[in-house]
């Protein structure tokens, strides 16, 4: 019993640590609230998290999961969005069969950054996993997938 106490208290002091970058909505500047909710009206469920000098937004709209990132001056530079499969381009699908025929689709979302919509895929096999970015034309990108 002592030992499952330990335990508890051990992994709990480890969730609280791993949340250290979770952000007070009241410590996010008003501009970056305020474009958030002008950007997305129908934002709810709102978590605010420091993601180096700028702000992560998670939130939800119709059920899907959204993250947009803001700059402290409350300018948007990315957002994305968790898309079923079949909104995925099928330009998009048929190049991932091409280069990974070996992994299946995982999940899917649709991000747009300068006005340029990519997305990003989970691939799965039955020993590995992949992390990997697409341009809207099926070039697959070598940018880092955003987290």
Request: charged fraction near 20%; aromatic fraction near 8%; include cysteine.
């Given at each position: 019993m002592k030992q499952q106490l330990i335990v508890t208290i051990i992994l709990s002091a480890g969730l609280l640590t791993s949340c250290d970058d979770d952000v007070m909505p009241e410590?996010?500047?008003?501009?970056v609230r305020q474009n958030l909710l002008a950007t997305f009206p129908l934002a709810f469920d709102i978590e605010w998290e420091k993601s180096g000098k700028d702000f992560e937004a998670d939130?939800?709209?119709?059920?899907?999961?959204?993250?947009?990132?803001?700059?402290?001056?409350?300018?948007?530079?990315?957002?994305?969005?968790?898309?079923?499969?079949?909104?995925?381009?099928?330009?998009?699908?048929?190049?991932?069969a091409?280069?990974?025929?070996?992994?299946?689709?995982?999940?899917?979302?649709?991000?747009?950054?300068?006005n340029t919509i990519y997305y990003?895929?989970?691939?799965?096999s039955r020993t590995a996993e992949l992390e990997v970015v697409?341009?809207?034309?099926?070039?697959q990108l070598q940018q880092p997938h955003w987290d």
């Amino acid at each position: 019993m002592k030992q499952q106490l330990i335990v508890t208290i051990i992994l709990s002091a480890g969730l609280l640590t791993s949340c250290d970058d979770d952000v007070m909505p009241e410590k996010v500047p008003l501009e970056v609230r305020q474009n958030l909710l002008a950007t997305f009206p129908l934002a709810f469920d709102i978590e605010w998290e420091k993601s180096g000098k700028d702000f992560e937004a998670d939130f939800t709209v119709h059920a899907a999961e959204h993250s947009a990132l803001f700059q402290h001056s409350g300018e948007l530079t990315q957002y994305k969005r968790a898309i079923p499969l079949a909104e995925l381009p099928e330009v998009v699908a048929n190049s991932i069969a091409k280069i990974h025929p070996n992994y299946r689709i995982e999940g899917v979302e649709m991000c747009v950054k300068s006005n340029t919509i990519y997305y990003q895929v989970v691939l799965k096999s039955r020993t590995a996993e992949l992390e990997v970015v697409f341009a809207a034309d099926g070039q697959q990108l070598q940018q880092p997938h955003w987290d």
